[in-house]
């Protein structure tokens, strides 16, 4: 049963560039969410997906946007990177039970130079 | 929305010790999870704990939640090396999605 992968897993940009991060759900999940975290800091929650919807967002500019597809896959793009966006960008998925319990990914390191 | 506040922010033990980690949190809460982080890795989940709930144990781990006080603990018993990690906890509000996370508790275990 394969986990929560995500792709890559490092990435270096420059400023002003545009960036997609990709993460495929645990098998069986239907529901992703995508965070950030900072270096020494806890995630924080950018938002998440379902049904191909954005369900919930957290207080990040419309930089950041999402799609999920009909295989539950889900992208994160960022667009004009700015040097603070650099960030370990995590992948959850969660399904039934309604817990919210959530399995992560690896990680995308995303550094912005 | 809420996030958890863990204290402390960080710990040392030695191998074989507990190693005990608070968290604490501002409204009622539907659950509240516990997850651990390897370093620059993502985030393993530990455990779930209801609000209906004042104790559970899985393995070396206890958790207890007084939502009297809005505070949870992780225990961590006969801790090893490979507990070395960072250690979250995520309080859930009843309707919310998303987990909130703090900071943290760095816990370093000393073989």
């Known amino acids: 049963d394969a986990g929560v992968t995500q792709s890559p897993t490092h990435l270096i940009k420059t400023r002003g560039q545009q960036v997609t991060l990709r993460c495929s759900p645990k098998s069986g999940h239907d529901t992703v969410s995508w965070y950030q975290q900072a270096l020494g800091q806890g995630p924080q929650f950018i938002f998440q997906?379902?049904?191909?919807?954005?369900?919930q967002r957290g207080n990040f500019p419309d930089r950041f946007s999402g799609h999920q597809f009909p295989n539950y896959s889900s992208e994160l793009n960022v667009n004009a990177l700015l040097l603070g966006d650099s960030a370990l960008y995590l992948c959850?998925?969660?399904?039934?039970?309604?817990?919210?319990?959530?399995?992560f990914g690896p990680g995308t390191r995303l550094t912005v130079l | 929305s809420q996030q958890g506040e863990e204290d402390p922010q960080a710990l040392s033990i030695q191998e074989g010790e507990n190693a005990t980690m608070n968290c604490s949190y501002k409204t009622s809460i539907n659950n509240l999870q516990w997850y651990r982080q390897n370093s620059g890795r993502g985030l393993v989940h530990l455990i779930l704990i209801r609000s209906n709930e004042r104790e559970k144990h899985s393995g070396r781990l206890r958790v207890t939640l007084d939502t009297s006080k809005k505070s949870s603990s992780l225990l961590i018993t006969a801790s090893r090396a490979a507990d070395t990690a960072s250690y979250f906890c995520?309080?859930?509000?009843?309707?919310?999605?998303?987990?909130?996370f703090g900071s943290g508790t760095r816990l370093q275990v000393q073989p």
């Open positions: 995520a309080p859930m509000d009843t309707g919310r999605r998303a987990l909130t």
């Open positions: 959850a998925s969660s399904g039934l039970p309604r817990n919210n319990e959530q399995f």
């Open positions: 997906y379902y049904e191909e919807e954005e369900r």
